[in-house]
């Protein structure tokens, strides 16, 4: 081994497992392996179980199932590409950093910028889907306008003070934080099986599922590929990136962060699937008499447990209803700032913004700047429905971040020794990716081409921040980064130019649309990989082998 390389292991030199250094304020080791995929877990399960079979169930009908199992191994193989570079840059708020160690302030920006954006909105999201829920009581109607589509102005304060709940849970110290994580996931994994399973015994007809293919899958395969993207799926498995952001402060990192990932999906997508059987096995002709495209529930679960006198699983619903989002909500708030502390210690964002607190050593500054930005978000968009759809396409594009990084690594330093070295990876960050942009273009014009104008947006903090910094070798970092600038446009391009189904104007026809997709994503993943350097951060990584 030369001497510019170094061996990675367990217990490296001066990191230390116990504790991490950061100035004069130490974040503390202090998550295991059960809290970590407890923040896994209600992270995931938020306002997308209360939607998202009925969402998924519209567009692809009982093949909704296929949807979900899909969409998770989706997740899966990005998740193993996270797992592996998490646990080499395993502090606070990494995975918004990843690409900037392999790639470069350009890419990395870019990275952060798209996976801070959408987890932020989510947590507006989250408050937004409480009200919506708690508008079916009589009495509360008024907080959300069914025909609009949005929320009240007073619907929009009690959605303002959810926030204001998982704003305090974070900034009185991550103990606190933590204990009401075991709580509420606990609450949060009861709830939808309880519900499920007794709907499933109220009224369950298994000709739902249908008889032969068309009237299992009435939009065949593309309504199945829709639905992923759009029926609010991959919506309800965002949120298993967060466990990563807490790398920095969760015991032996390199074991419980793979193991903590993968659990949490396949703990959700079970979960997941009871759900969907149940909404699709309960559904009455009166409901179907206008087929699966004409459903209409406003709060899913809880009108059909009304249907069948389950007035106990009901209430349970709406308790639930403020607590499965409000638990996302809550961890969110807290992987935001993390992100932004992250953000900050890469140069883009003030000084402030990295700083802890001296007594509970937790972001604050940070913390308040996600919450304002969660305001503003609230209030311009007004309802679950209108963040949802962005959220879904912004998370998919952060997940970039996990395939490339891992490929950029193992191709400038493929000597180094992982914590957590994954079997076949060679193989899983191509096909994640590839994966990964078909889900994109899954999520159909003109969502991608609006996205996208919200990225680039980004740009200009980027280059203040730039100007200000005297243009430091700059041309190797936008040499590095032109892949990511380059994936971003031919992605809006193919799904603009694509077949009508995905909102396209039908000048490549299906299936040669989703060809290209892939051809395209399988350029620009090579193109990613070799385009990975010893960046001047990785450069001091490898010389202190503490990074924050």
């Known amino acids: 081994m030369n001497d510019n390389s170094f061996t990675l292991k367990p217990n490296i030199g001066s990191i230390s497992l116990g504790k991490e250094q950061v100035g004069p304020v130490t974040i503390k080791r202090s998550i295991g392996l059960v809290q970590l995929t407890f923040i ?13 079979a009925f969402h998924s169930a519209k567009i692809a009908g009982p093949a909704a199932m296929v949807s979900w199992v899909i969409g998770a191994f989706a ?17 606070s708020g990494g995975i918004a950093r990843y690409l900037e160690y392999t790639h470069g302030s350009l890419t990395g920006f870019l990275s952060g910028w798209i996976n801070w954006l959408g987890i932020l909105a989510a947590i507006p ?15 509360f109607n008024g907080l959300f306008d069914s025909n609009a589509g949005n929320m009240s102005p007073l619907g929009l304060t009690v959605a303002s003070a959810l926030m204001l709940v998982y704003f305090f849970l974070n900034y009185w110290t991550l103990k606190l934080f933590l204990r009401s994580m075991t709580t509420v996931t606990i609450f949060k994994l009861i709830v939808p ?3 499920a399973g007794a709907i499933i015994w109220a009224g369950f007809q298994p000709a739902n599922f249908g008889h032969d293919w068309h009237s299992f899958a009435p939009r065949g395969v593309d309504g199945i590929f829709i639905a992923i993207a759009a029926g609010g799926i991959i919506f309800a498995f965002n949120g298993f990136q ?23 999906i396949l703990i959700c997508l079970f979960i997941y699937l009871v759900l969907q059987a149940a909404f699709i096995g309960a559904l009455n002709g ?16 809880v009108q059909l447990a009304v249907s069948f006198n389950l007035n106990l699983i009901a209430l349970l619903l709406y308790v639930d209803a403020v607590i499965s989002p409000s638990g996302t909500g809550i961890t969110y ?3 935001t700032a993390r992100m932004l502390f992250g953000m900050q210690r890469s140069g883009y964002m003030p000084k402030p913004f990295g700083q802890l607190h001296p007594t509970y050593a937790i972001p604050r500054n940070a913390m308040w700047v996600s919450l304002i930005i969660g305001f503003a978000f609230l209030w311009i968009f007004r309802g679950w429905g209108h963040l949802a759809s962005v959220i879904s396409i912004m998370n998919t594009l952060s997940y970039a971040a996990g395939p490339l990084a891992v490929a950029g690594l193992r191709h400038i330093h493929p000597e180094w020794r992982r914590p957590c070295r994954i079997p076949g990876m060679r193989f899983i960050a191509p096909i994640a ?8 273009f899954w999520s159909c014009w003109p969502l991608t081409g609006q996205v996208l104008l919200v990225i680039f947006a980004g740009l200009f903090i980027y280059l203040f921040y730039q100007v200000r910094n005297g243009w430091v070798n700059m041309g190797q970092h936008i040499k590095s980064g032109c892949w990511l600038v380059g994936y971003l446009l031919v992605m809006a391009l193919l799904s603009w130019l694509g077949n009508t189904d995905f909102g396209g104007i039908n000048f490549i026809k299906a299936p040669y649309d989703q060809i290209a997709v892939m051809i395209a994503a399988l350029i620009f993943y090579y193109w990613g990989a070799r385009s990975a350097w010893s960046t001047p951060l990785l450069q001091q990584f490898q010389k202190d082998r503490q990074m924050l």
């Not at 896994?40 to 998202?52: A, D, K, N, P, V």
């Not at 997740?75 to 590409?81: N, S």
């Not at 937004?128 to 079916?136: E, I, T």
Request: glycine fraction near 10%; charge should be negative; charged fraction near 10%.
């Open 433 to 440: 990716f590839v994966i990964m942009s078909l889900i994109v």
């Open 242 to 264: 967060s466990i990563v952001n807490f790398a920095g402060e969760a015991k032996n990192p390199e074991r419980t962060i793979p193991i903590a990932l993968v659990s949490s």
């Open 286 to 301: 009166q409901e179907l008499a206008h087929g699966w495209n004409g459903l209409n529930f406003n709060s899913p679960f």
């Open 193 to 195: 099986l309880l519900a």
């Open 40 to 52: 896994g877990i209600t992270s995931i399960i938020g306002s997308g179980w209360l939607f998202g």
């Open 75 to 91: 997740l899966l193989l990005i998740a193993l590409t996270i797992a592996e570079v998490g646990t080499i840059f395993s502090q």
């Open 333 to 335: 708030m807290g992987s």
């Open 125 to 139: 999201t989250e408050a937004a889907a409480s009200v919506q829920y708690l508008s079916s009581i009589k009495g």
